[in-house]
């Protein structure tokens, strides 16, 4: 029998599925310690991430052109499993200290996860919107996980309330562009376009639509009203997977959707997309100076790190820039994973029951306590600015280069701007830990230390030697199928 | 293997090993670490005299080059490329001298977190000269704002009592100016397509009508670290709340990085925008001379004195750079290591005599030449050779920089003679100030401090801190001709590269 190459291109998403409801019904029925439903988990994901590596170089289209396998899907695929992987490594010690340990939270890891690599596929923008579905369904229930905790029940229902509200902006996008071109294929959009069969003004309309939609799940100000409270009030194990997990999944399909269908109308696109990428930066480091504790901080400033991101997207119809404006946005993404994991992780070993320990004053005096502790924190901080030698720095570099290439000199300096103004912050983490006495008491678990130690050290050397992700980030370009 | 063996790879990183190995030693052990930390910037000033010996002096291009590939992305090449010459090779060896000085002036200063502390210490001194190394621009930067990190600690946890206000001062303050010559570096790198200097430089000049933004971005992150007036805000706070080994380090290296970039970069990537921006410069120079030094004279803290007479010091060392011609930049790179030595003494003398008495105000001071003979015979050689006696280091800077200013003046560069005179005038006041500040603590009668604590005498380790820079006072004030012919051949190639930018200009 010939290998179905419509399963080949969604491997991973499959795999994960089948897995997720296989271990839902393991742990119901016969496992009796959790900690082996996440060791299964993890397992799954790590079988996902071998399949994931072995599609590396194929390109792909399957299911009449709704999902497809290229570059771009496998650089997020492979970046998603990581996610889910780091994910399920600062859960394990958390959810039970937390006594909030069920089997089920990990099969709604890998179901989000799962969500997140089809939607990097997605070619189609009902799948887009299906993808979208999946990946955050997962995530709400999540969010109120530590129920009867009351904020963490409004954070579920707040984050399920304005997510619900975001999707009907992207149904209504989609129905627009449908409207507008007879298609909800990309590729199909494209030609209709260029044919001029298109109404340009339902296009614009539709893809205004979508961008809010997708404004909200990359928590883009204005539409990120949702976000310090569902990072707070979640677990916060939860809130780590989720920053970096649904953040990068939204650029994920705002980067496809607009490259390939919309850059015809990049002319109205990009002065919107300029000034949406420079007030999110702005509101993002300025209101996280005025924050005291480290959840709501780390949740601004992964407000004003979309911004950051964004930035790389604004010269998107530029077709000289554009491919490496991409590759810079997706480099800055990993960096972003990469270091705020290792922060959520340093924030999870000093939490203690009852969200005690999450003010950024109980940091007092980590320095002399636990040095490593401190120095992996100090690292994210500098990384999170862009301080060499960290690889912040050099995600900021490319990122910047890239912006300068497309001649966008004020957003640039906006971006060195804000960034001086996000020192101020992280570095009251540091002179916290450092410079002020006191006795915190953290959490030490072998999984928990392994990912804040891992995320510091590479944090470091992979700034020194950062050739092959830039390979693996320029591989991921966009084409049309 | 190889990599590593470069002399110039081996003098910037050999701290390094110095910090693997305090990381194994045990906190308690505070003796231990000390001669680890001491041992390591020895060897590390060993290796700088090997470059030293390597060095040839007679060759005005870069030396010892060690070049490799390192990151290759479309649009941009980064290499590791570091090299050496007569315009950095003083800098690289007052770094490697004035290091251990510093680590021997916290053999009893610095009690607490004394492996932290020497680790930091060790990692500023990779920055240091990474900085006065790097050849390709993204190295220069990680380097330069990688010495921004363990300065902050430094003053941040072992500093006074608003340590923490000035540690964080310091930092965005010097970041502010960094971030925007990022960006610039970016625009060079995109315009050229790669990010080493020479490289840049062979490839022909950068069009005029950039070269002006180019070089304010570059020239704010520089002015802002000498600092220049009206940037300087942060130095009195930073210094003052410094322990006294990184007010050494601040006002004997970091403050040059600042000069040096300037002489660097500035002036040969943009020689056109130097020529027109050369008037502004030297008249912010001069406002800082006699700004600087007008201040000195009103405090009452002996270190802010000494801290805001930096200011003066650097004025004249920029009024020398801008001045284009081979006195004035000759005058100006040696100027910068007499500053390095003789405000690194003075800091190193204030540090002493604070550890003692724990104060620092003026006025509780008075006859302590009688207590402390050879305090005070050390202290007033050190405050002749700052304010420029004939004879003593800082008069050969000044003195060449005054007459490259007097050049420049008689020439389109500065167009006026008054900024010379001007700044000898500020010679002048360095005088009053510093004789002031001798007069209030040494001679006259007994102070109020005299009475509160016992004091005694420099010690044996005091001294042979001291001795050192002593050496070089005298050495330089009497024989500066090797140390300009380090330098002069460098210097001359640089001046033609204005000369040249200076003859296309309408």
Redesign the interface.
């Known amino acids: 029998m010939m290998p179905d190459t419509n399963i080949f291109v969604i491997l991973p998403t499959v795999l994960l599925t089948a897995w997720a409801c296989a271990l839902l019904l393991l742990d119901e029925l016969v496992i009796k310690r959790k900690g082996i439903t996440a060791l299964l988990a993890a397992a799954g994901l790590a079988l996902a991430l071998g399949f994931a590596l072995m599609q590396t170089g194929s390109e792909m289209t399957g299911f009449s052109g709704m999902v497809v396998l290229d570059g771009f899907a496998h650089f997020f695929t492979i970046l998603f499993l990581l996610i889910g992987l780091f994910g399920v490594a600062v859960s394990y010690d958390y959810i039970r200290r937390m006594d909030i340990e069920r089997g089920e939270y990990y099969v709604l890891v890998l179901f989000s996860v799962a969500g997140m690599i089809l939607i990097s596929q997605a070619t189609d923008l009902i799948v887009v919107f299906l993808a979208l579905e999946l990946l955050s369904i997962p995530l709400y229930v999540l969010s109120a996980f530590a129920n009867p905790r009351a904020d963490s029940e409004e954070a579920g229902l707040k984050y399920f309330l304005l997510g619900s509200f975001a999707a009907g902006f992207l149904v209504y996008g989609t129905a627009l562009t449908f409207g507008a071109t007879g298609s909800t294929s990309l590729s199909a959009i494209v030609a209709s376009i260029n044919t001029g069969s298109a109404n340009l003004t339902f296009l614009l309309a539709g893809a205004a639509l979508l961008l809010i939609g997708f404004g909200f799940k990359v928590a883009a100000v204005p539409f990120h009203m949702w976000t310090p409270d569902v990072y707070q009030g979640g677990p916060t194990a939860v809130t780590a997977f989720m920053s970096a997990g649904a953040k990068a999944a939204g650029f994920a399909a705002l980067l496809r959707v607009f490259m390939i269908a919309f850059p015809s109308l990049s002319v109205d696109l990009t002065p919107v997309l300029w000034i949406i990428s420079a007030v999110t930066m702005f509101a993002g480091n300025i209101i996280a100076i005025a924050q005291t504790n480290i959840k709501r901080m780390l949740a601004y400033s992964s407000i004003a790190q979309a911004g950051y991101i964004l930035m790389a997207f604004v010269p998107y119809g530029n077709p000289l820039v554009a491919d490496t404006a991409i590759a810079s946005g997706l480099f800055y993404l990993f960096t972003y994973t990469l270091t705020s994991f290792g922060a959520w992780a340093v924030v999870i070993a000093l939490e203690k029951a009852e969200g005690k320990g999450l003010e950024i004053n109980d940091y007092a005096g980590l320095g002399r306590k636990y040095p490593g502790l401190a120095a992996a924190m100090t690292v994210f901080m500098f990384s999170l600015t862009g301080i060499p030698p960290t690889l912040g720095f050099v995600g900021k570099f490319y990122l910047f280069s890239s912006v300068i290439a497309g001649g966008y000199y004020w957003l640039a300096v906006i971006g060195v701007v804000t960034s001086l103004i996000s020192a101020y912050y992280y570095l009251r983490v540091v002179v916290m830990m450092y410079m002020r006495e006191g006795a915190p008491e953290r959490t030490s678990e072998t999984w928990l230390n392994v990912t804040w130690g891992a995320s510091a050290v590479l944090t470091v050397v992979l700034s020194l030697v950062p050739g092959f992700i830039f390979n693996w980030a320029t591989q991921a370009v966009l084409k049309i199928f | 293997m190889d990599f590593f063996l470069q002399p110039l790879t081996l003098v910037t990183f050999f701290p390094l090993v110095g910090v693997l190995v305090l990381l194994f030693i045990n906190s308690e052990k505070k003796n231990l670490l000390r001669w680890t930390a001491l041992v390591t910037t020895l060897l590390t000033f060993g290796i700088s005299i090997w470059v030293l010996s390597q060095f040839n002096a007679s060759d005005p291009d870069l030396q010892l080059v060690a070049k490799y590939d390192w990151?290759?992305?479309?649009?941009?090449t980064i290499n590791y490329y570091m090299g050496i010459d007569g315009l950095s090779i003083l800098l690289v060896l007052l770094t490697a001298f004035l290091t251990p000085i510093a680590i021997l002036s916290t053999w009893t200063a610095v009690e607490e977190?004394v492996k932290?502390f020497m680790i930091f210490f060790l990692l500023l001194e990779v920055g240091m000269m990474g900085v006065f190394l790097a050849q390709d621009l993204?190295l220069f930067?990680?380097f330069w704002?990688?010495t921004?990190?363990p300065m902050?600690?430094l003053i941040?946890?072992w500093g006074g009592p608003r340590?923490?206000y000035a540690?964080?001062k310091f930092?965005?303050y010097t970041?502010?100016g960094s971030?925007?010559m990022?960006?610039a570096i970016?625009?060079l790198?995109?315009y050229t397509g790669t990010f080493d200097v020479p490289t840049m430089l062979a490839k022909g000049a950068i069009p005029a009508d950039a070269q002006l933004y180019l070089f304010i971005a570059f020239a704010l992150a520089f002015a802002i670290k000498v600092p220049m007036w009206p940037l300087h805000s942060w130095l009195p706070d930073a210094h003052v709340e410094a322990p006294t080994a990184g007010s050494v380090i601040l006002a004997g290296v970091l403050l040059k990085m600042g000069t040096y970039g300037f002489l660097r970069f500035n002036i040969p990537l943009f020689p056109n925008a130097s020529l027109q921006a050369a008037p502004w410069i030297a008249l912010l120079a001069v406002i800082g001379i006699i700004y600087g030094a007008a201040v000195s004279y009103a405090q009452r803290d002996v270190k802010k004195l000494v801290a805001y007479s930096s200011v003066s010091h650097l004025g004249f060392v920029m009024l020398g750079l801008f001045a284009l011609n081979a006195q004035g930049i000759e005058g100006a790179i040696l100027q910068m290591i007499n500053h390095g030595i003789s405000t690194g003494a003075l800091f190193l003398l204030v540090g002493m005599i604070y550890e003692q008495t724990h104060t620092r105000e003026l006025s509780v001071y008075g006859g302590l030449w009688k207590i402390m003979p050879v305090f005070g015979a050390i202290s007033l050689i050190v405050v002749l050779s700052s304010m420029g006696l004939p004879g003593l280091n800082g008069f050969v800077g000044e003195f060449a920089i005054l007459l490259g200013a007097w050049g420049a003046g008689q020439t389109e560069v500065y167009g006026t003679v008054a900024y010379a005179a001007f700044a000898a005038l500020g010679v002048i006041m360095a005088a009053v100030y510093l004789l002031y500040m001798f007069q209030k603590m040494f001679l006259g009668p007994a102070g109020s401090i005299t009475q509160e604590h016992k004091l005694r005498d420099l010690n044996w380790r005091e001294i042979a801190i001291l001795v050192p820079l002593l050496i070089l006072i005298f050495w330089i004030g009497l024989y500066p001709k090797p140390f300009f012919a380090l330098m002069a051949p460098a210097v001359e190639n640089l001046v033609a590269v204005v000369r040249a930018a200076a003859m296309g200009m309408p």
């Open positions: 990151i290759q992305v479309a649009g941009w977190r932290d993204f930067y990680i704002e990688f921004l990190v902050y600690f941040g946890i340590r923490i540690a964080i930092f965005l970041m502010a971030l925007l990022l960006l970016l625009w790198g995109l």
